[in-house]
């Protein structure tokens, strides 16, 4: 089984700055996705970025950017010049790939609450 | 814009109620699915549906079920609701191919067991 762990319960940052939340996985899976979703306090999730583990590139989204190291099973979310509307729970979240698409049952892990500061 | 609708924003209900949570997405997606939110647990699956009056079990179906008789609503129901039921239940939906994990989540419901 897959499990999906965030070792920061919470994190603060300045408004403009830079953070970085952590994430780290546990898979026998050579194909698989990898996923930071964010949930603001109006409670709808919404993808922020994905990576697919056969690319050795990391994603990137505008300020958001991953560092996929996928020896270690590591994959940290990098947030730059922070603004107060990325306040929120961020969670990272695992999908093995399925070969002709579907499914799309994903891992969570237990989320990080970022609180971006004025 | 694909929505996922959830009928409740908050829901309160007594021990031993029988509870229906319903969700509605617009972009006849194939695939569907609830999740329980837990403080410092994560997200949970508890139930997912591939297609109309099919589902299979998530990690935590006891004490769920589900009903899908059309393709855009999954009902998630509570036969006899418990206080270890207060939690935040999350719908989602997802296209049948080429979603690669993006799912589309409605805004939850938080159930209240008293």
């Known amino acids: 089984a897959q499990t999906v762990t965030q070792s920061q319960p919470e994190m603060s940052v300045q408004e403009a700055e830079t953070v970085t939340l952590s994430c780290t996985y546990d898979?026998?899976?050579?194909?698989?996705?990898l996923f930071w979703y964010k949930q603001p306090p109006s409670r709808q999730m919404i993808l922020v970025i994905r990576q697919e583990a056969y690319k050795q590139q990391n994603a990137t989204e505008n300020r958001f950017s991953v560092n996929f190291q996928k020896a270690a099973k590591s994959f940290s979310l990098k947030i730059s010049d922070s603004q107060l509307g990325d306040t929120a729970m961020y969670f990272c979240?695992?999908?093995?790939?399925?070969?002709?698409?579907?499914?799309?049952?994903?891992?969570f892990g237990k989320g990080t609450k970022l609180t971006v500061n004025p | 814009d694909v929505k996922v609708t959830q009928s409740s924003r908050y829901l309160v209900k007594r021990t031993g109620e029988k509870v229906f949570l319903e969700c509605v997405q617009d972009m006849d997606h194939e695939n569907m699915f609830w999740y329980r939110q837990d403080p410092g647990l994560g997200l949970r699956l508890i139930y997912f549906s591939y297609d109309v009056k099919m589902k299979e079990k998530g990690d935590i179906p006891e004490g769920y079920s589900v009903s899908r008789e059309k393709k855009e609503r999954f009902s998630l129901i509570l036969e006899s609701a418990s206080t270890n039921q207060t939690s935040m239940y999350l719908c989602a939906s997802a296209p049948g191919t080429g979603a690669r994990g993006k799912l589309f989540f409605g805004s939850g419901t938080q159930l209240s067991v008293l």
């Open positions: 898979t026998s899976e050579n194909n698989y996705y």
């Open positions: 979240a695992f999908m093995k790939h399925y070969r002709g698409g579907g499914s799309e049952k994903l891992v």
